[in-house]
């Protein structure tokens, strides 16, 4: 079993910058991809960005350039440093692991940004 609690969401501006957190606790061991992901009302969730073990990233269209995510140098940890941000940004942020193919996912976090 994963544990994973998010924190850093809030309301910023347009075009202002947040960085959330995710730390990962249990049997964080075989945790091979960590990730970002976010949901708005009535929509399907999506992959925003995620990292591998080795430190292989992958983002969403929407967020490269703006985005970045990196892992702790402990690795149970992972940020998501936001630039730029748009009212289109706007969402619940949440945090998965995966581990031995299984998906493990935090309470989420809100992100508003006000135009």
């Known amino acids: 079993q994963v544990q994973l609690v998010e924190s850093g969401g809030g309301l910023v501006q347009d075009g202002g910058s947040l960085t959330l957190s995710c730390v990962a606790s249990?049997?964080?061991?075989?945790?091979?991809?960590m990730g970002w992901y976010r949901q708005l009302p009535g929509k399907q969730r999506e992959l925003v960005a995620s990292?591998?073990?080795?430190?292989?990233?992958n983002y969403a269209d929407s967020v490269k350039g703006r985005f970045t995510i990196s892992r702790g140098v402990a690795k149970n940890t992972v940020y998501l440093q936001m630039n730029s941000l748009r009212p289109e940004d706007t969402a619940v942020y949440y945090c998965?692991?995966?581990?031995?193919?299984?998906?493990?996912w935090g309470q989420g976090t809100q992100v508003t940004v006000s135009s």
């Open positions: 998965k692991a995966r581990s031995w193919g299984s998906d493990y």
């Open positions: 249990g049997i964080i061991s075989n945790i091979n991809v």
């Open positions: 990292i591998s073990r080795s430190d292989t990233s």
